[in-house]
């Protein structure tokens, strides 16, 4: 027999048994996710969850794409970049699915704003907001938490500042200090180095407007089209999302640990900022104050009229339960 056939037959036979070899584990399905305003506590959430091996241990290879929050984190999941958007502004959820984009609300992500503050540099003059009238006043992104709290804080107030979107928190505070803008916004950790040395002023914080604790301000949501074809899949990522807020709580000394490492924050000041984020403020269901929402969505012209009872039923899917 000639070497040639030898081998071809040498092949032939691995090949069958290689057919009948048991197959192996199925690769995991990869998840892409965008993450609006990197490393804040309750942006963490589905970094601990990948740390933690969650995810993985569920067959889900889930792969974070940060953003600088509002429209820029909606996006990708409208346009099918990524299958899941966290920490989305309600109003521009609502403003977005009325428009027709592809969007599903899964879960709440924030509910009131205890995390919340604005600032100005201590020698501005401005000490609060009603001192704050032809003043720039900072937010994220347009349709973002920051927009509407920044709204209704001004509303609050009296006062009619010009309200700037300024991006993620360490660009704010660069503008602030420059004096590109009067008044920047912030969550702790972040800007409290500099309050405490007396160079920035606190001049208002989410938690002034009490109507905003029992409302839910930012949400989690899906590509319509992944939730269609994929529901398990998505059903099986919120479900892990959910077990890790749950986790992060049960193991605060872990959880506070890896929120310092991650940020290059002191422990100390890590574990405090973490008093700013109460367990029920992040808790994924339920959704509260919807109907607050949609009202304040029609008042700031992100919706022109109201969401029928079938338009609500099909964007808000909990996913978790």
């Known amino acids: 027999m000639s070497i040639a056939r030898r081998t071809f037959l040498s092949l032939a036979a691995a090949g069958c048994l290689a057919g009948m070899a048991p197959a192996t584990a199925?690769?995991?399905e990869i998840v892409k996710v965008a993450i609006g305003q990197k490393g804040l506590w309750d942006t963490m959430v589905t970094t601990h969850g990948i740390e933690e091996g969650f995810f993985k241990k569920e067959g889900l290879d889930v792969q974070i794409t940060w953003t600088k929050g509002g429209a820029e984190t909606l996006q990708a999941v409208a346009t099918g970049s990524a299958a899941f958007a966290m920490a989305n502004g309600m109003l521009g959820v609502l403003g977005a699915y009325s428009k027709g984009a592809a969007v599903r609300i899964v879960s709440a992500q924030m509910t009131g704003a205890p995390d919340l503050f604005w600032y100005s540099k201590a020698?501005?003059?401005i000490k609060s907001l009603k001192d704050s009238n032809g003043k720039t006043m900072g937010f994220s992104r347009p349709g973002s938490s920051t927009n509407l709290v920044a709204l209704e804080l001004a509303n609050?107030?009296?006062?009619?500042?010009?309200?700037?979107?300024?991006?993620?928190?360490?660009?704010?505070?660069?503008?602030?200090?420059?004096g590109q803008i009067d008044i920047g916004?912030?969550?702790p950790p972040f800007g409290l180095d500099l309050v405490n040395k007396?160079?920035?002023h606190v001049v208002a914080r989410g938690s002034d407007l009490p109507k905003l604790s029992d409302q839910t301000i930012r949400v989690n949501v899906v590509n319509a089209d992944f939730l269609a074809k994929k529901r398990d899949v998505a059903t099986k990522f919120m479900r892990v999302y959910a077990q890790t807020v749950d986790w992060m709580y049960k193991n605060m000394d872990a959880t506070v640990k890896r929120y310092a490492a991650f940020n290059k924050l002191d422990a100390g000041i890590a574990r405090n900022s973490a008093k700013f984020y109460p367990r029920n403020a992040v808790a994924p269901s339920p959704i509260k104050g919807l109907d607050l929402s949609v009202q304040q969505a029609i008042a700031y012209?992100?919706?022109k009229k109201p969401l029928s009872k079938a338009q609500l039923t099909e964007l808000v899917q909990i996913l978790h339960n």
């Open 185 to 187: 916004w912030s969550v």
């Open 156 to 178: 609050a107030s009296g006062a009619k500042p010009k309200l700037t979107p300024t991006g993620g928190i360490s660009g704010t505070r660069t503008q602030v200090l420059s």
């Open 123 to 125: 020698d501005s003059g």
């Open 26 to 28: 199925s690769a995991d």
């Open 301 to 303: 012209k992100k919706l």
């Open 198 to 200: 007396g160079e920035l």
